[in-house]
């Protein structure tokens, strides 16, 4: 008798249930719900990265670009203008702002101006990146800075 009644409540547990199922897909759901977000949150800021790696990239282009100007031509809106840049899938849109030339009170320190640079990726208008830039006239003349 006691066999009998063993062997049932054996019988009776060797399945699973519907709930179980039930609460384990919901469990599962869940879990891959999370696991969903935090990729699509890791895409995001992976694209973000890309954007303003790609956006300092062209900034320093244009430090390196406007550096090697002779300082004549800094006034000059053939070299200096709007324009814009692809890099990557997205284009960057830098300007220039030319301030005037200025002197300083000391004494021998040569003029300079002052050159605003902003670069703007087209894909996410609010990263903007700016800095100024400060030239001045070279000490000496050579053939290799004389601007001609």
Not at 38 to 60: C, H, L, W
Not at 78 to 99: H, N, P
Request: glycine fraction near 6%.
């Amino acid at each position: 008798m006691k066999r009998r009644i063993r062997n049932r409540a054996l019988r009776a547990r060797s399945g699973m249930t519907l709930i179980e199922v039930i609460v384990a897909c919901t469990l599962l759901a869940i879990t891959f719900t999370g696991l969903t977000a935090v990729a699509i949150k890791m895409g995001a800021r992976t694209r973000s990265n890309a954007i303003i790696e790609q956006r300092t990239a062209i900034f320093f282009q244009e430090v390196n670009r406007l550096e090697s100007m002779p300082y004549d031509s800094l006034t000059n809106a053939r070299f200096l203008q709007t324009d814009s840049v692809k890099s990557g899938k997205g284009y960057y849109v830098w300007t220039y702002s030319v301030g005037s030339e200025q002197y300083s009170n000391k004494s021998g320190v040569l003029p300079y101006r002052d050159v605003t640079l902003t670069v703007t990726p087209r894909l996410a208008p609010t990263a903007i990146q700016t800095g100024t830039i400060r030239r001045s006239r070279s000490p000496f003349s050579s053939a290799i800075n004389s601007g001609a």
